[in-house]
C-alpha cells in the first residue's frame, strides 16, 4: 500500500496563494498517474488535477489556468502550485494515484479562502 503524505495548507485571502506538497512512501509512484483531491465542506472528494508519469497534466475547469500540479519522481513527490485563489477554492485536499476507488486516503491537508 503505497502512503502519501500531504502539507502546505493554509489560510488566505482571495486573490492569496498556496503551494501544497504531497510525498509518498514507494518509488512504484514513479509511473502512476497521480492526482490531486478536494473535498468541500458537505460535498464529494473530486479531482482537480492529474499528471502522469511523463508529465502531462490536466485539470478541471474550475481551477484551469490558477494551479499548476508537478512532480519529482526522484523525490517522490508531488505538487500544487494554487493562485488567485477563490473561497470556492475551500476545502481538503489530498493526493492518490488518479481514478483512485481504494479505501486509502492521507490525512489531507485543509486550504481555507476567506476574507
Known amino acids: 500500500q503505497v502512503e502519501f503524505v500531504e502539507s502546505g495548507g493554509g489560510s488566505v485571502q482571495p486573490g492569496g496563494s498556496l503551494t501544497l506538497s504531497c510525498v509518498a512512501s514507494h518509488t512504484v509512484v514513479r509511473v502512476a498517474t497521480l492526482a490531486w483531491y478536494r473535498q468541500a465542506p458537505g460535498q464529494q472528494r473530486q479531482s482537480v488535477a492529474t499528471?502522469?508519469?511523463?508529465?502531462?497534466?490536466n485539470y478541471t475547469d474550475s481551477v484551469r489556468g490558477r494551479f499548476t500540479i508537478a512532480r519529482d519522481h526522484a523525490k517522490k513527490t508531488v505538487s500544487l502550485q494554487m493562485k488567485n485563489l477563490k473561497p470556492d477554492d475551500t476545502g481538503v485536499y489530498y493526493c492518490?494515484?488518479?481514478?483512485?476507488?481504494?479505501?486509502?486516503w492521507g490525512q489531507g491537508t485543509q486550504v481555507t479562502v476567506s476574507s
Open positions: 492518490n494515484k488518479a481514478k483512485w476507488r481504494g479505501n486509502y
Open positions: 499528471i502522469t508519469s511523463g508529465g502531462v497534466t
